[in-house]
């Protein structure tokens, strides 16, 4: 693995906040991941977020040079009908994806985590999860990577949601913010604590393979999502090979 020497730096985008990023001076300077929201939704009267952008936005990621992981944030959309959120969440994801030209050479990244108030009735539950993961992967080619987005506390806590092999992947993307700040030089800084967020409250049973350390570091002079990557760059390499 490469914790000290990450195999890719990955930004996380939302296409309408982060319209005028600029993907080419992006990549030139070695940030070469891009996980773009993909949609969010249905929201209990049906209503879905608007994301009109969304697939100009991926385009341009993809024109640039990048990889691209798409991710629905997903929200508890009936109450106590846990599979049918999930689905619903599922299909509405999945009707996006295909807005943007299809899954293959991309990843699968469901945002599982908590709603604050007073939205707190829209966090989904394990139930919701299991059933997005089991209606979508079902629909992909074997082994197609899909990396689950949480958080120790969210995950554990509650109502614990336990192995993430359950949920049918091994792969994890951990939001361990390390600091509240904004951060003007992401990467030193990810070089000043590189250690402390692979190993502190490790969920779900596996080590994640991205880490979100930060959500205010300045890439292209906007403050944004900051990612690594542990996996060796020939490890990084083959997860992308497996989405083609």
């Known amino acids: 693995m490469s914790e000290s020497n990450p195999g890719a730096w990955a930004v996380d985008l939302h296409p309408t906040n982060q319209w005028d990023f600029n993907f080419e001076k992006a990549v030139q300077d070695g940030w070469t991941d891009f996980f773009i929201k993909t949609s969010e939704g249905p929201y209990r009267d049906g209503s879905v977020l608007p994301l009109p952008g969304l697939p100009q936005f991926v385009k341009r990621a993809e024109a640039a040079g990048g990889r691209v992981g798409l991710y629905p944030y997903l929200v508890e959309s009936f109450d106590k009908a846990l599979a049918n959120s999930g689905k619903a969440n599922a299909e509405h994801y999945l009707r996006r994806v295909e807005q943007c030209g299809g899954i293959d050479r991309r990843l699968v990244m469901p945002d599982f985590e908590e709603y604050h108030k007073p939205y707190q009735y829209l966090t989904p539950s394990n139930g919701n999860l299991e059933a997005f993961m089991e209606y979508v992967q079902d629909r992909l080619d074997p082994g197609h990577p899909c990396v689950i987005y949480s958080g120790y506390y969210f995950w554990t806590g509650g109502n614990p949601s336990g192995p993430v092999e359950n949920y049918g992947t091994k792969l994890t993307w951990d939001a361990e913010l390390a600091a509240e700040e ?9 070089h000043g604590m590189e250690h402390w967020g692979w190993n502190n409250r490790v969920w779900g049973g596996v080590k994640p393979i991205y880490w979100q350390f930060t959500w205010a570091g300045r890439v292209d002079g906007l403050n944004v999502d900051c ?5 060796s760059k ?3 390499k083959a997860l992308w090979q497996r989405a083609a």
């Open 182 to 190: 904004v951060v003007p030089q992401p990467r030193s800084y990810y």
């Open 227 to 231: 990612d690594a990557c542990r996996l």
């Open 234 to 236: 020939e490890e990084h």
